[in-house]
């Protein structure tokens, strides 16, 4: 079993920052060779997924927000990030950790709410 704890989030106005981070603890074969990543869920949208790094360091970003968001990986800590710039008031939403062991076999975090003001 793998819990998942997230950070960060909040209000913020268009065209600022924020960072998350999210704390992986539990079963070591499982995070281990997890991929991580981040997704979110608007009101009227189903969830996506935003950007994933697997623990060789791979990246991939959802278009609407390469350029704007950067994920990396503490694998020493067990720790994943997320740095979002250039915030859009359609950036909001509230943002979900997902560690990945398999296709069938994730883990969620309890999710922390992002908001963009215009």
């Known amino acids: 079993q793998v819990q998942l704890a997230e950070s960060g989030g909040g209000l913020v106005q268009a065209g600022g920052s924020l960072g998350l981070s999210c704390s992986a603890s539990?079963?070591?074969?499982?995070?281990?060779?997890?991929?991580m990543g981040w997704f979110r869920h608007a009101p009227g949208h189903e969830r996506e997924l935003i950007a994933d790094i697997t623990p060789s360091g791979k990246t991939f970003y959802r278009d609407a927000v390469k350029g704007r968001f950067t994920i990396s990986r503490d694998n020493t800590k067990h720790m994943i990030y997320l740095r979002m710039n250039d915030l859009k008031p359609d950036d909001t939403a509230v943002y979900f950790c997902n560690l990945a062991v398999t296709n069938n076999n994730q883990y969620w975090g309890q999710g922390t709410q992002v908001t963009v003001s215009s």
């Open positions: 539990g079963s070591e074969s499982e995070i281990e060779y997890a991929t």
